[in-house]
């Protein structure tokens, strides 16, 4: 058994659509990156990529590289899961956090872990969501934030 961790904040800015967990959720403001911003995917692509002691997601997908500008992070998931699968490991669970004052993310979940389990090849899912009680960065509304674990074999 290996585990992984990982971790992701975007910045909230106008102008942009808001996606996580590959879900469009309305909202005023959306997540400022060169990919899509999709806080989420990024922290469990980050979980699975520890895990499997690959390295990064900055070091496989570059945000210099115009390839990768604007691209749907469950597309980088699906891709990182190849590697993985290919390393030898199977995916046994994610658990993971969304940190964010507003919006309310949870009538989008299952449309979320739905997402992610499409990508991850695993119906072992999870997904939560938190607020800082307004403190910090995700308490002002500045950015969100999310955290994952990954169980590889
Ligand atoms: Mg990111």
Do not use: W
Not at 68 to 92: D, H, M, P, Q
Not at 105 to 125: I, K, Q, Y
């Amino acid at each position: 058994m290996r585990i992984g961790q990982g971790y992701d904040a975007h910045r909230l800015v106008p102008g942009r659509p808001l996606v996580l967990g590959g879900v469009t959720v309305p909202f005023e403001r959306g997540l400022l990156g060169h990919s899509d911003a999709d806080a989420l995917t990024h922290a469990v692509i980050d979980a699975v990529l520890g895990a499997a002691g690959l390295g990064d997601i900055g070091a496989l997908f570059p945000d210099h590289d115009p390839k990768y500008r604007g691209v749907s992070s469950l597309a980088l998931l699906k891709e990182v899961v190849s590697l993985v699968k290919a390393n030898g490991f199977t995916l046994i669970n994610v658990d993971a956090a969304v940190i964010a004052q507003k919006p309310a993310f949870s009538p989008f979940r299952e449309e979320m872990r739905r997402n992610l389990a499409a990508c991850l090849g695993t119906d072992a899912v999870n997904i939560k969501f938190t607020t800082e009680e307004g403190m910090g960065f995700t308490g002002s509304g500045d950015g969100i934030a999310a955290t994952a674990v990954c169980l590889l074999e």
